[in-house]
């Protein structure tokens, strides 16, 4: 069984409070993760993105031993050797910013809050600018909270895509919006916007009604494939979460839905603790729980199998999630 898929089905390390300072950690400010803080590993199974639990009861935990750092459960040792990785801006690599820490929406697997904010969107061309002028990164990819309206917040994501470009005409930028009008997508592509993802979410209209009663299912899929168009064909990929109740034929039905439009699927493990469990347990009807690895192996196999029929490759993604890898079963990476 594959390393990297037993540590994402697991999904949480305790680092203890002695490997605090050697540990570069990042912390998330959109989705399911927000307001914990990840720590990236190379592993000899891939890069892999782990949540951060610095007291508690955890499934792993990070030792050192003889100078080497190990990824252990109990008595038994998951991984020798791992290697803490600089995130960078949140991804090695690459700047992955949140522009709105706040949403209106209620997504019930999200952790993003109704109230606060992040650094203006001036700020944030600041901040990456530097980054790439350092080399610390060399792609760009925004994504943000919906804390008025989409067009609002897409209207904010194009400014600072527009600025970013003015200073780095080369440089890949991603973006990761919510919106089921056009006219945003527009917007963002002709601001300089090189990549796009617009997340479905969830397998089934059933699941995506009860988790993101909020947010319009058929706008996302219009969008989609008015995006293709736009950007074009392997430039366009969209989030899907395995863990939600359901079944294997209903992600693999939406991942060839989404793949014969020309858009690349993520297959997103479900990210469950204490900011998401109750609000999913009361949008599920039952206790939500992270997919095994096996069930991961399987799916993200069958994935491999899709794309490969509709000569789709993630590796021409150069921000964003295909490109990071770090959080998913990656196709033609990890398996």
Known sequence: MSLKAGLLARGRILVPRGLWTGVPLSRSSAGPGAGASSLFLGTASGIVRLEV?????????????????DIVQGR?????GVKPLFGGLHAPGQAFINIHDRCRYSCAFCTIGRDGDAPSVGRWGAIIKNGLRARMVGSVAITTGIPSSPA???????????????????VPIGVEPYTVDFSDLIGLRSAGASELKLNIQCATDRIFSRVCPGLDRDGIWRNLGA?????CRGKVCSNLIV??????????????RLASMGVAANLRPLKVGPQNERALEKALGRRPARPSAARLLRLAAAQKAIFKRHRLRPSSFRTMCHSCTACDLEPFVDI
């Open 243 to 256: 863990g939600l109740g359901e079944a294997d034929q209903d992600v693999l039905a939406a991942v060839e």
């Open 152 to 170: 609002r917040a897409c209207r904010d994501m194009a400014r600072l895509v527009r600025s970013i470009r003015a200073d780095f005409p080369q």
């Open 76 to 80: 038994r040792v998951l991984a020798r």
């Open 53 to 69: 639990v610095r007291e508690g009861p955890a499934p792993m935990e990070l030792r050192e031993v003889d100078g080497s750092l």
């Open 227 to 231: 995006g293709v168009r736009l950007f």
